[in-house]
């Protein structure tokens, strides 16, 4: 996915189909990055059997006792991200830092946070419960 940002209004100004479905006349920006992101977290890529997973992973990746989380650190991870924890991450972002694989540097999510944040908050949480966000369906 190519992203061509226009950095200075914090915006998006387009984006190149290179791995999901041709985008279709008048498609949000939102859907766009959707359909490119699909591919990759629209489907499972394990050939291993769910109730298989914790023997295959245990076979691979040793863990050290003391490594491990318990229970109640795995809840709190495990518990939906809250609005404020997403504005608090993406306020802690420190701008002017090169872009990432996807293009995007910090200053639009920081210019942006208002519309990105709750956004980000409902595809982290439906993504939580093992779903699929509408957006990526």
């Not at 279709?24 to 109730?51: F, N, Q, Y």
């Amino acid at each position: 996915m190519a992203v061509q940002a226009g950095f200075r209004l914090g915006t998006i100004t387009g984006i190149d189909c290179k791995h999901g479905a041709p985008f279709r006349s008048g498609m949000s920006t939102a859907d766009k990055l959707a359909s490119e992101w699909d591919p990759v977290l629209g489907k499972t890529h394990s050939t291993v059997e769910k109730a298989d997973m914790e023997n295959e992973f245990d076979k691979f990746v040793r863990i050290p006792e003391k490594r491990k989380l318990s229970m109640a650190e795995n809840d709190i991870l495990m518990a939906p991200v809250t609005l404020q924890e997403v504005i608090d991450a993406i306020s802690a972002l420190n701008r002017h830092k090169s872009a990432g694989p996807d293009g995007i540097n910090n200053d639009l999510f920081k210019d942006a946070k208002a519309l990105l944040a709750p956004a980000m908050v409902a595809i982290r949480n439906e993504l939580l419960q093992g779903g699929t966000p509408l957006s990526l369906s």
